[in-house]
């Protein structure tokens, strides 16, 4: 039976970068998941009849919400649901499964990177009929209903069991139960020569896969091990928990620190890769040679004709603007279009429907392609792996060539994180207030060149996307960029992106942190962030 439920609004239910995120504690509270998935349907049309697929990363909440969701679409007038299960569904094999079986969209419940249990994080995101996040303005009507909802709709009915395949039913409802591994599996046989990689392994390779206890594992083990033949126990980690085992699932130097410990030891493996909570970032290294996202990004655009799935060449290659320009100058080389995007996979959307860009990426450890609309984690592991398989050379002599022909892009990221949401907003806007008189301003890093708050037209529908983050360019070329991440659940998050770009011909043996300093120095001149902040050095740096 259909029941209408009164409710009143939240304030705070307006989706950031990739939906809405929240402490649990938080999602608990009566009707607040309730609010925002009636939201959700409120404003997404052709329910009628359609098929909606839902499913998370296993973080604690995960199974609940399923439940609650499932009840939500029987009343909602959705005919058929497709969850993975156990409720696990990687965020781009959702996106898979979405464009796969032409749903009308996806609840995908995650909090990405961010780390689960009772008192951390949970997110909902609703990604479109192409299997992309909801754009911009389908998340403002979004948060616009939640201001204003005053009932939502629920079916009266017990739990599903979601953890055996096949078919149940919850009133006019069919819910089906689904391999969450198997379609996407599928998917990477067709883009990547397996024969190539098994041989590789078969040979002696070694790898090291750090699943983080997050939602690759199951994903990794089917691939990596049993079709691909890795060892057992090249998956570490791997099998999804609540809480991810009370670590960080995410894949960089600070919370994979026994990957990159491993890799830079004596007996370190060939290759190292992680992937996050819900499978759509990426770690990479090789034998006492980390790769940062950017120039991963760049390595993956110029050999990714060596993949069957991509041997007919790239239309284009994608990069969010505070990603480093590495990519920029093999997007060139090929003699094929660079785009520069705000942050946000859903920016690349467009350009993949359009069949404008292929490869797309950002530094955040994000990268991908067209064969979904998410960034893939374990996707740009097999690229890797392909390509090693068909070069045959060690990570650190890939990235070496790579220097030797394009330059090198000396990068990092420095967070600061947590900060007071005042105090980061204050800082932003003095920045922003400073920009015009900052061009010929002299610093530790050199004169300013330019200075200007991002925008981004697309270039698909002509829509804009103002005030992306604050650049800042320097005569030499070198570049800092400040934005507020949108991806945190307390406070606000100041990212500090800090570039050096060195020629082919220059010294590309710099340390990164020596490389960098002088840009460190002027990003604290130009921005106070010690005296906005009261930080005097980042959370995290990448």
């Not at 069991?161 to 006019?172: A, C, F, K, N």
């Not at 024969?195 to 392994?201: D, G, K």
């Not at 320097?474 to 960029?481: E, K, L, N, P």
Request: charged share 20%; glycine share 10%.
């Amino acid at each position: 039976m259909i029941q209408d439920v009164s409710t009143k609004p939240f304030a705070d239910q307006k989706p950031g970068t990739s939906g809405l995120r929240k402490k649990v504690r938080v999602f608990q509270q009566p009707n607040y998941a309730e609010n925002f998935i009636q939201a959700v349907f409120d404003v997404v049309t052709g329910k009628e009849g359609a098929t909606l697929v839902i499913g998370g990363d296993g973080r604690f909440l995960n199974r609940e919400v399923i439940q609650v969701a499932i009840r939500m679409a029987a009343a909602n007038g959705f005919a058929r649901v497709l969850v993975g299960k156990g409720g696990i569904l990687s965020t781009p094999a959702a996106s898979h499964v979405i464009r796969r079986y032409g749903a009308l969209g996806g609840l995908v419940l995650s909090a990405s990177h961010n780390p689960g249990g009772p008192d951390e994080d949970f997110g909902i995101k609703y990604n479109i009929a192409n299997g992309g996040p909801a754009p911009e303005a389908v998340t403002e009507a979004i948060h616009a209903r939640t201001l204003s909802i005053e009932t939502y709709r629920t079916f009266a009915a017990p739990d599903v069991d979601i953890d055996s395949p096949g078919l149940r039913q919850v009133g006019p409802l069919t819910v089906e139960v689904i391999d969450p591994v198997a379609d996407y599996a599928a998917l990477m046989e067709t883009l990547f020569d397996f024969a190539a990689i098994r041989a590789l392994f078969a040979e002696g390779f070694r790898m090291r896969f750090d699943a983080m206890s997050a939602v690759t594992g199951p994903y990794a083990h089917e691939i990596l091990e049993r079709r691909l033949g890795a060892p057992a126990g090249t998956v570490v980690n791997g099998t999804p928990l609540p809480d991810f085992g009370h670590h960080h699932p995410d894949p960089n130097l600070v919370h994979a620190r026994d990957l990159y410990d491993l890799m830079m030891g004596p007996d370190a493996p060939d290759f190292g890769a992680a992937s996050d909570g819900d499978g759509d970032r990426n770690l990479i290294i090789g034998r006492n040679q980390y790769v940062t996202p950017s120039d991963s990004l760049a390595v993956l655009a110029a050999n990714a004709h060596l993949a069957p799935g991509y041997a007919r060449g790239l239309a284009g290659i994608a990069r969010s603007m505070p990603t480093s320009a590495a990519a920029d100058r093999v997007a060139a080389a090929l003699g094929v279009p660079l785009f520069e995007t705000p942050t946000g996979w859903k920016f690349f959307g467009n350009l993949l429907d359009a069949g404008m860009a292929t490869i797309c990426g950002e530094e955040s450890a994000g990268t991908g392609s067209d064969h979904v609309r998410e960034k893939d984690g374990l996707w740009a592991v097999l690229l890797w792996l392909n390509i090693l398989a068909v070069r045959r050379q060690p990570v650190a002599q890939i990235l070496a060539e790579h220097w030797a022909r394009f330059g090198r892009n000396f990068y990092a990221r420095h967070d600061y994180e947590a900060i007071p949401t005042d105090r980061a907003d204050a800082l932003m806007a003095a920045l922003r207030s400073s920009l015009p008189t900052l061009p010929g301003r002299d610093t530790p890093a050199g004169p300013v060149a330019s200075a200007d708050d991002f925008a981004y037209t697309d270039p698909t529908d002509g829509s804009v996307s103002a005030r992306q983050g604050v650049r800042i360019g320097f005569v030499d070329g070198s570049r800092i960029v400040f934005r507020l991440s949108g991806t945190g659940t307390e406070g606000a998050t100041l990212r500090v992106y800090l570039e050096r770009y060195v020629a082919a011909d220059g010294d590309l043996s710099f340390e990164t942190g020596v490389a960098l300093a002088p840009l460190v120095a002027a990003a604290e001149a130009l921005a106070g962030i010690a005296g906005h902040t009261g930080m005097d050095r980042p959370s995290v740096i990448t």
